[in-house]
């Protein structure tokens, strides 16, 4: 299921169900208009239990992960644990439920009436008590936050294991009208249902649930509890390349012990309830060779923290920081915060602290700092568990790429509709030193069978005051390309080197169909006044507030075999070679005049070679059926190596 959604998490899904003369439109997946409900009944599927025995309490804040829950806590991996998702969560860190697997593609029996999607499922719990023990289970929910919202007839759902039945039981289950603005929470052994006006804040807000466990059949050394959830994708057959992710839910602050009760629903912990920011102004990553003059312009004069007082009572803590040097000699730099006295029960404080630090120069292409704040409290035993919410850390990369966005989507964009065949798509972004433009990074949000998957073209235009100007470069032939993870980009290494030099210009795509090229999306951080398109000839400014997951790779260019062929005479315009079929399916034929005994080689479009071989024929068929879907770069040499020819490919499947 979702999976590092560094899947989070990606998210798309249904916009809007599009009626057939629809205008080309920019448009974000992940929210619709439901017009029916749909009805399916909760299943129960065993999932065999581990072999370590959970001791209580249980106290999951989701804040010791990301990406993967805590296997001494949890025997699967399908929900996705993240900072990212979740709208003013309890805590920092959340577990999100949605429609998708771990490697980013659609359940397999996902289908637009309902269908089990994630689960999140406990090891074994020793719950071997006495009838007059108090126990209640705690926790808090969120249906979409900054994901999809679920329609009325999705639904999250508790169960618990009784190990006499060999069977899960549902115990609480919850569905989210957003329309109506009506949370329903129905509690299933007794039937009892309720309903709650949110007041339009469902998805935006965290909704408490506190159950007691009274039956004595789950008081046992093997109880076991799990979060599951029913989607459905809602999309129509006329637009498919939106039919991806959705019906997100957040869990957070689950917590189970006995000598609970009724009233016991306050948490008295202080924690961090926001991400820390890059230490940057406008991006979260620069080329390293780069920062030098970038440093400048980009570095944060000062350094922000947000954290709550959840319970009842007052705090007094201390706030500290730290930066280290992952990759050079300068090792770790601390300072403090000082002491934050006083801090009043349920309020949120913000802490600004000035900055006197700056990223130390090496001579390496890559740098990498992790940057940590943490809370000291107290030292009781007793709340050792809730320590983990305490501490907060973000690494700030400097590779070979400029990003304005965190590396993880939250929906999709793209064009879509009659006239957005031929549209085009712009990012603006500043570039501090002149360097080659080795290509770009772009991630492709996976929809329901592949079905965004179109050619388009790259672009870079110059700046025209504040909008895409001249086409300084393109290449075409492209096709998204989807990695078995959420959240990876794919690299797209331009054939020719484009220079750019200092300042402003502009990266992105034209599509030729009118379906949408659903490239991810970042809620999280907001460049949409560097956003355009062009459907008709003219740039507009988005409307869509969030950023384009599309990155410029900076550096030297690495040719294919730059290594083998330092000191070579090469003969290259002497010969010629045809390729085809082009694009290639299962077999790529190569014909040439080279009238000697050649070899081959094949290389994907960041240098590494994937296949090799003699070509002892002409035409020589080259079997391509192992490669998967991209451009690639075919090779050929004589023995001696005096020559090399080389031309791109286009694999399809």
């Given amino acids: 299921m979702s999976w590092i959604r560094n899947s989070l998490i990606i998210c798309l899904l249904i916009f809007i169900l599009f009626p057939t003369g629809l205008n080309g439109q920019e448009v974000l997946t992940g929210k619709i208009k439901y017009d029916h409900l749909k009805k399916h009944n909760v299943k129960d599927n065993y999932s065999k239990a581990a072999n370590d025995t959970i001791d209580l309490p249980l106290i999951e804040d989701f804040s010791k992960n990301v990406g993967y829950p805590d296997d001494s806590l949890w025997s699967d991996q399908e929900a996705y644990i993240n900072d990212q998702f979740p709208k003013n969560p309890p805590s920092i860190g959340v577990a999100t439920l949605d429609a998708i697997n771990r490697e980013g593609t659609l359940h397999e029996n996902s289908n637009s009436s309902g269908f089990l999607a994630d689960s999140l499922t406990s090891k074994p719990i020793r719950l071997n008590l006495t009838e007059g023990d108090s126990i209640y289970i705690s926790f808090y929910y969120q249906p979409g936050g900054l994901g999809d919202t679920p329609e009325p007839g999705d639904s999250l759902v508790l169960q618990f294991y009784n190990k006499d039945l060999n069977q899960w039981k549902s115990i609480w289950q919850a569905s989210y009208n957003e329309e109506n603005s009506e949370l329903v929470e129905i509690y299933l052994p007794a039937r009892h249902t309720d309903t709650i006006n949110t007041n339009e804040a469902g998805s935006s807000s965290f909704w408490p649930v506190h159950l007691p466990i009274r039956n004595t059949s ?149 740098a990498r700092f992790k940057i940590l704040s943490y809370l000291v409290t107290d030292t009781l035993s007793e709340r050792a568990p809730y320590r983990w919410n305490d501490t907060v850390e973000n690494y700030q990369n400097f590779y070979n790429y400029y990003a304005y966005d965190d590396g993880i989507a939250e929906n999709g964009y793209g064009l879509i509709g009659q006239g957005s065949e031929n549209g085009q798509v712009a990012v603006k972004f500043n570039n501090y030193k002149e360097d080659t433009l080795q290509g770009l990074h772009i991630y492709f949000n996976q929809t329901k069978d592949s079905a965004s998957q179109n050619y388009f073209k790259i672009l870079i235009w110059e700046n025209n005051n504040g909008k895409p100007g001249e086409v300084i470069h393109s290449e075409d032939n492209f096709i998204p390309v989807y990695q078995d993870s959420v959240n990876q980009f794919n690299n797209y290494i331009f054939y020719e080197k484009p220079f750019i030099e200092e300042g402003e210009f502009f990266i992105g795509y034209q599509k030729y169909t009118t379906d949408m090229m659903n490239i991810g999306f970042d809620l999280n951080n907001i460049n949409n006044n560097k956003t355009y398109y062009n459907l008709n000839g003219n740039w507009t400014g988005s409307e869509i507030e969030g950023t384009l997951m599309i990155r410029p790779v900076f550096g030297k260019y690495l040719e294919p075999t730059e290594h083998e062929y330092t000191n070579i005479n090469r003969e290259e315009n002497n010969y010629d070679m045809k390729l085809y079929p082009n694009p290639a399916n299962y077999q790529l034929n190569v014909k040439t005049n080279v009238n000697q005994e050649a070899r081959y080689s094949i290389y994907n479009m960041i240098g590494q070679k994937v296949k090799e071989g003699k070509l002892s024929s002409n035409p020589k068929a080259v079997n391509i059926s192992n490669l998967k879907q991209g451009m690639y770069i075919l090779q050929i040499s004589n023995s001696t190596q005096t020559f090399r020819i080389r031309k791109k490919f286009l694999v399809t499947h």
């Fill in 218 to 366: 789950y008081l046992n050394k093997d109880f076991r509890l799990r979060f599951i959830n029913y989607a459905s994708i809602s999309g129509t057959s006329t637009v498919p390349s939106i039919v991806g992710n959705v019906d997100h839910w957040n869990l957070d602050f689950i917590r189970l012990d006995t000598g609970r009760t009724a009233q016991d629903t306050i948490i008295n912990d202080i924690a961090f309830s926001k991400p820390l920011a890059p230490l940057l102004i406008n991006y979260n990553a620069i080329p390293w060779p780069h920062f030098s003059v970038a440093n400048t312009y980009e570095m944060k004069e000062i350094i922000s923290i947000t954290y709550k007082n959840l319970g009842n009572q007052t705090w007094n803590i201390s706030r500290e920081f730290a930066i280290t040097d992952l990759m050079g000699p300068s090792g770790s730099y601390t300072f403090t915060g000082g002491t934050g006295e006083n801090i009043p029960p349920y309020t949120t404080e913000e802490y600004q602290r000035n900055l006197d630090y700056i990223f130390p120069d090496n001579e390496m292409d890559s």
